[in-house]
Every structure is written in structure tokens, then in C-alpha cells.
């Protein structure tokens, strides 16, 4: 009697074990096909690289340019924006030594009077305030109009200056006499190192901004294409 049972349980062990080895078996051939489909997936989805959403990748190599574009236009508006600020700090220096002369505040002979060139660099503030204005909305409006009068307001003085001041200096190299003073320091020393970083920061500013208007012209020729 318990050789009977003993076989009848060794048995059901036996069908047990064949059932379970089929349902795997069963499993393995169908999860390989999903396998493969799933590898198909990620292969075809690695060729293109991570999808912005919304496209298909087929505008890839506009998006690239729009990026490129982007970029190119940060870069820009962060050096434009040192050069203004360079720009504001001569130009307070110049607005301050036009004030004191004109209020008198102290002796000529401590600060002395400004050259003819002086006053009318102070409308060179014109364009750092239309170049500010441009940045936040890519203004090109403003842009234009900040390059133009850079040329008249900033580079137009600038060479009148030099041109006006450049006998006092020819004198002061030659015999040494000097005749106007800021703080003890010769007037026409001071003002010439003014007008040549002047004159560089202006160029920056005028070429950077040529350079950041061409950018924004080529962004809105892109969006239109498109």
C-alpha cells in the first residue's frame, strides 16, 4: 500500500515538473520576439539621439542653428553690455569735468576747463541707452539706431578731439610746457588716454553690435522659412 502511494506521489512530482518546464518554455519563445521588437525600438530611437518634443527629428539641422543662433546672440549681448558699462564710466568722468568747470565748483587750476570735443561727447549717452533698450527684446529698432549715433555722438568727437588737442600735446612733447591741469596732472595727457580707450570701446561696441544684428536678422529669416 505505501509503495502504491509512494508512486502515485513520485508521479505527480514527475507531471508537476513536465508541466512547469513546458509553461517555460512557452515563456521563452514568446518574450524573444518582444525582446528583439524592444531592441528594434531602442536601436532605431539611439540612432537619432534624445527628441525634442513635438518633432520627429527631421528638423534637426534647423534646430541646431537656432541653438548655434541663440548662443551666438548671449555672447554678444554680454560683451556689448561691458562695453557699454566702460562707456558710461567715461562718460561720467567727461560729464563730471564739464560740471565743474561750469558750476565753478572748484579752481581752474586744480581742474581745468574741458576741450571744445567734450561737449559734444556727451550725447554719446544716446547710444548706450538705445543699445541697453535693444537687449531685453532683440529690438533691432534700436540697434540700428544705437550704431548710427555711435558714429556721430562717439567716433565723431573722438577725431575732432584729437585733432583739436593734438598742438597742446605737440607742444607738451616738445618743450615740455603744459598749461591746463586735473589734479596737478596735464589736462591733454589725461584727455588723450581718455579718447584712445574711448575710441577702442566705441569700435567694440559698433563692431560686437554689427556682429549681434546680422545673428538676429538670420534668426528672423529662419523663423519666416519656417
Known sequence: MASKIAGKHSMIKLCEFRAVRKSHA????ASQPLYGFRRWRVAMASRSGPRATGTDGSDYQHRERVASHYQMSVALKSEIKKLNIAHAVVWLLVAAQVVVSQLSLVSHK???????????????????????????????????????????????????????MFPVAQQLYRHGKAYRFIFGF??????????????????????????????????TQDKKKK
Open 110 to 164: 586744480v581742474v581745468a576747463s574741458p576741450y571744445q570735443w567734450e561737449y559734444p561727447y556727451l550725447l554719446s549717452i544716446i547710444p548706450t541707452v538705445f543699445s541697453f533698450m535693444a537687449m531685453p527684446k532683440n529690438n533691432i529698432s534700436y540697434l540700428v539706431i544705437s550704431m548710427i549715433s555711435a558714429g556721430l555722438f562717439c567716433v565723431g568727437p573722438i577725431l575732432y578731439g584729437g585733432m583739436e
Open 26 to 29: 512557452i515563456l521563452r519563445d
Open 186 to 219: 596735464s589736462a591733454v595727457s589725461i584727455m588723450y588716454l581718455v579718447l584712445i580707450i574711448s575710441l577702442q570701446v566705441h569700435g567694440w561696441q559698433i563692431y560686437y553690435s554689427k556682429k549681434l544684428l546680422d545673428a538676429w536678422f538670420t534668426s
